[in-house]
């Protein structure tokens, strides 16, 4: 088992910054994935960046490649979420999440199956 618990959500203006924090713990040594997704209400989770969890592989939503980060420090197990440039569009709860399956597709949800508890983010314009 894996538990993640998200933290750094808020509310911030468009053209502000935000970077969102999971702390992970359990059995993280059998992930391979982890990631950052978000869900507006009505519309369906999406992947918004992934990243290799022993390595420095990354992967982005073409809607936030060049605005937004992930990184991780592997040593105290906190994947991370730089957020800039925020726009009205990017509000969301903000979940972190992490897989096992060894070779999934990064941005889909439905590969990953330890899910955090979320943490809003809200940009007005």
């Known amino acids: 088992q894996v538990q993640l618990v998200e933290s750094g959500g808020g509310s911030v203006q468009a053209g502000g910054s935000l970077r969102l924090s999971c702390g992970a713990s359990g059995n993280t040594y059998s992930t391979t994935y982890m990631g950052w997704f978000r869900q507006a209400p009505g519309k369906e989770r999406e992947g918004v960046a992934a990243?290799?969890?022993?390595?420095?592989?990354?992967y982005y939503a073409d809607t936030v490649r060049g605005r937004f980060t992930i990184s991780q420090d592997i040593a105290k197990k906190i994947l991370y979420l730089q957020m800039n440039s925020l726009k009205p569009e990017n509000t969301a709860m903000y979940y972190c999440?992490?897989?096992?399956?060894?070779?999934?597709?990064?941005?889909?949800?439905?590969?990953?199956?330890?899910w955090g508890q979320g943490t809003q983010v809200t940009v007005s314009s």
């Open positions: 999440a992490a897989t096992t399956t060894p070779w999934p597709a990064p941005l889909d949800p439905r590969n990953y199956n330890y």
């Open positions: 990243i290799f969890r022993t390595g420095r592989s990354t």
